[in-house]
């Protein structure tokens, strides 16, 4: 018998072994001894001390094996609710006889808010609700949410250590997130890091009987995710779709498997006396490149993205509305950012690293752009349009454009961005006219010839976002998970540039900025445990943003 019970005190003191025995003993006491007071109670009555029914009290019950009386347990801390649908915790809590307030539970019992959500608030664009006299609109909600592919998540443990592996399953996020994309009821949903097994099987039903209709592209190659853009049947008629491949065989700056998505999209329920205006617009979901040191990598993705748009997008004199949503793996201020919303970038002996500045690489790693960034032959100008079909040239002609092309390559230098202009703020922008000339000089057939260091586009973009705190004197934050906080996922929007006949006013439809759901900084995040916790089932926050179409 004191063997018996030095085993048992070895077991309790020390943590649980691999050993197959230590295993099985440890099973066979835990059935005969269920609870640790229990246990010693059973040491006492293995030494000889006399235990009677009179003497337990009459909370004391049996072994009904030993028959030994083991004391209750202490009361045990309630258990916390991880669920955040609000809804769901309030019929928890009623079903089990407790209050029926909304009520979180963190590990040692006491009560948690579910601070992300009340942190979270929406932010109205000044000057932006009142409507314009005379006009006509459309008001609609856009998400835009990174919901960590599984499979990625599997493959990176060392970024989710701070979490339980509990709450890392498919089984525990799935249904917190289709709860949260519920509860935002946004009209248009771009996904990213969708898996292709849980869209088709999990994902898309579960949108569809929301009311959404789905449209999903998945990565190339052997990789299992990719891009959904989702919208409701009862708003929008779906004019086209547009799946985005970004690789291109022997194209050293598009060989990876990244995607993208543009749907085109008319509103449904307009009066009959506005249906004489075109209202299309376009939607671009992506997901780029992360692989911090290949900037140029994810320049050549955007371009190609923006290519696509172009030719989608583009009406007789002017573009249609673009929203822009996605994973751009690129920080606020970053070339890349400012290329988006700038819409042009000098690159040529840029080092690659610097292009998204997700991290400082300068020493790592020394490679620089070159002019050009990508081949003719992906048949994109460096003015981020398809080429048109020209007829063919003679040999003569073809050399002396070759001539040229050097020539312009050695003597170019109006185009540098000096250190000043670098500094601008990020809500500076050129204006629509002033991008639109700069545009047209960019021409279709002799854009690499008159800007051979310079990629430009003729979209223009604002963010959402200003990606800056002002109460707290922070940044912004759209993902933060155990090794670092940044933002990198954006909505842009864009209104149609429209040339104009002399005289003639400019006319056509504008998308207007109405509220957004504000983000955290990296401290509130690190407060809540980081991403993915309890609350929030991926490591990026979701963006929301309410708009107006006007016309």
């Not at 948690?112 to 006509?136: D, F, Y």
């Not at 898996?195 to 190659?221: D, W």
């Not at 429209?498 to 401290?523: C, D, F, M, N, Y």
Request: aromatic share 10%; with cysteine.
């Amino acid at each position: 018998m004191q063997n018996l019970r030095h085993r048992v005190l070895k077991i309790l003191a020390q943590p649980p072994r691999k050993s197959t025995k230590s295993l099985a003993f440890s099973n066979c006491l835990t059935q005969l001894i269920p609870t640790r007071s229990a246990a010693w109670r059973f040491f006492s009555a293995c030494e000889g001390t006399p235990v009677s029914l009179e003497s337990c009290s009459p909370r004391e019950h049996f072994h009904p094996v030993l028959r030994v009386p083991a004391m209750e347990e202490p009361p045990m801390k309630r258990p916390r609710l991880l669920n955040p649908d609000f809804q769901e915790n309030a019929a928890i809590l009623e079903a089990e006889g407790g209050r029926k307030e909304t009520t979180f539970w963190d590990g040692d019992g006491k009560a948690l808010q579910p601070r992300l959500s009340q942190q979270r608030r929406w932010e109205a664009i000044p000057g932006s609700k009142a409507k314009k006299e005379n006009m006509c609109s459309f008001d609609f909600l856009v998400l835009s949410y990174n919901i960590l592919s599984q499979q990625l998540l599997e493959d990176n443990p060392w970024l989710y250590h701070h979490c339980h592996r509990d709450v890392l399953s498919w089984a525990f996020r799935f249904p917190r997130l289709i709860s949260e994309i519920s509860r935002f009821n946004a009209d248009i949903v771009c996904l990213q890091e969708v898996q292709y097994s849980h869209f088709y099987n999990q994902i898309k039903p579960a949108l569809s009987e929301m009311g959404y209709k789905c449209r999903y592209k998945v990565r190339t190659g052997d990789k299992r995710d990719g891009c959904a853009i989702c919208f409701k049947r009862s708003r929008f008629d779906l004019l086209s779709w547009k799946p985005v491949e970004y690789f291109h065989p022997g194209v050293p700056v598009l060989n990876r498997d990244n995607v993208g998505g543009i749907v085109m999209l008319r509103p449904l329920g307009v009066p009959e006396g506005n249906k004489l205006v075109d209202l299309q617009f376009c939607v671009a979901n992506t997901h780029l490149l992360y692989n911090p040191r290949r900037g140029d990598v994810k320049l050549a993705q955007l371009a190609v993205l923006l290519a696509e748009i172009d030719r989608t997008s583009r009406q007789e004199n002017s573009q249609c509305p673009v929203l822009l949503c996605g994973d751009f793996n690129s920080v606020p201020g970053s070339p890349l950012y400012r290329f988006i919303r700038d819409g042009s970038l000098y690159y040529r002996q840029m080092p690659i690293w610097q292009v998204s500045g997700q991290e400082e690489l300068r020493g790592v790693n020394w490679n620089v752009l070159e002019a050009p960034l990508w081949p003719r032959s992906v048949g994109i100008s460096p003015c981020c349009r398809y080429h048109e079909r020209s007829p063919p040239r003679d040999k003569e002609q073809a050399n002396e454009e070759r001539e040229a092309r050097q020539r312009t390559f050695d003597g170019d230098s109006s185009i540098h961005t000096s250190p000043a202009e670098t500094k601008q703020d990020f809500n500076e922008q050129p204006s629509p006219p002033q991008r639109l000339a700069e545009t047209e000089g960019c021409s279709i057939q002799t854009g690499e010839e008159n800007f051979p260091n310079t990629i430009r586009h003729g979209m223009s973009f604002h963010s959402v976002y200003s990606h800056f705190i002002q109460a707290q004197g922070k940044a912004e934050a759209t993902t933060c998970h155990s090794k670092t906080g940044v933002t990198v996922d954006y909505i842009f929007y864009s209104n149609p540039t429209i040339v104009s006949s002399p005289g003639k006013e400019l006319t056509g439809v504008q998308l207007r900025l109405l509220e957004r759901l504000a983000l955290l900084s990296v401290t509130d995040l690190w407060n809540e445990n980081r991403l993915p916790n309890e609350v929030a089932s991926s490591d990026h926050l979701p963006l929301l943003a309410k708009f107006r179409l006007e016309w």
